[in-house]
């Protein structure tokens, strides 16, 4: 069974910093695209970064682009994002994903989700 199991949301102070951790497991990931997404309460879910399977390439949505960043350790099956300097606006409940035998970090496709992690933020 496919498992991503988020870790680390809590809340935080504006300006502070948190650090999510995803554990993959039922699968080998060290060859998928692994991302991370967040959805606020009375919005969609959104994209947040990605990052492909060797780590050579990374994106990140504009709203987080120098405040965020992600990385991964295969041979932990374990993909984090460090987020850090966060606003009131950044709060949602963070999703792990993963997009399988890929090198692209467009995660159109979604094929693996974690069940989300909150992430509180207060002014």
């Known amino acids: 069974q496919v498992q991503l199991v988020e870790s680390g949301g809590g809340l935080v102070q504006a300006g502070g910093s948190l650090r999510l951790s995803c554990v993959a497991s039922g699968r080998p990931f060290n060859r998928d695209t692994m991302g991370w997404f967040r959805q606020a309460p009375g919005k969609e879910r959104e994209f947040v970064a990605a990052?492909?399977?060797?780590?050579?390439?990374?994106l990140y949505a504009e709203s987080v682009k120098g405040r965020f960043s992600i990385s991964r350790d295969n041979a932990k099956s374990t993909v984090y994002l460090q987020m850090n300097s966060l606003k009131p606006e950044d709060a949602a409940v963070y999703y792990c994903?993963?997009?399988?035998?890929?090198?692209?970090?467009?995660?159109?496709?979604?094929?693996?989700w974690g069940q989300g992690t909150q992430v509180t933020v207060s002014s």
């Open positions: 994903a993963a997009k399988r035998l890929t090198t692209s970090v467009t995660m159109d496709d979604v094929d693996y």
């Open positions: 990052i492909s399977w060797a780590g050579s390439s990374i």
